[in-house]
Nanobody
Framework: QVQLVESGGGLVQAGGSLRLSCAAS????????MGWFRQAPGKEREFVAA????????HYTDSVKGRFTISRDNAKNTVYLQMNGLKPEDTAVYYC??????????????????WGQGTQVTVSS
């Protein structure tokens, strides 16, 4: 059974950096686009970034453009989220997800069919 496992979260001061990793089990990882979402307390889960199957195309929500970078290593079945210039408003649980084949878009939770358990990112001011 395919699973996604996130790691790399933690507590960091504003302006600091973290790199999140999402390791996938199974042999079909390279066939799928992947995404990162986040959910702050009392808020809905929101799109952060997405990457296509080869890594040649990436997309970001406006609030993280220029600060976050999504990447993937298909040989390692892993997708990454490098987060620089972290702000207190980035505090959330971060989830990686596998985009459903033929999904309508990349921005909604309903476009993804497999989720990790999440990793907490806390940015102190």
């Amino acid at each position: 059974q395919v699973q996604l496992v996130e790691s790399g979260g933690g507590l960091v001061q504003a302006g600091g950096s973290l790199r999140l990793s999402c390791a996938a089990s199974g042999r079909t990882f390279s066939l799928y686009a992947m995404g990162w979402f986040r959910q702050a307390p009392g808020k809905e889960r929101e799109f952060v970034a997405a990457i296509n199957w080869s890594g040649s195309s990436t997309h970001y929500t406006d609030s993280v453009k220029g600060r976050f970078t999504i990447s993937r290593d298909n040989a390692k079945n892993t997708v990454y989220l490098q987060m620089n210039g972290l702000k207190p408003e980035d505090t959330a649980v971060y989830y990686c997800a596998r985009r459903t084949v033929n999904a309508g878009s990349i921005y909604y939770t309903t476009d993804y069919d497999l989720w990790g358990q999440g990793t907490q990112v806390t940015v102190s001011s």
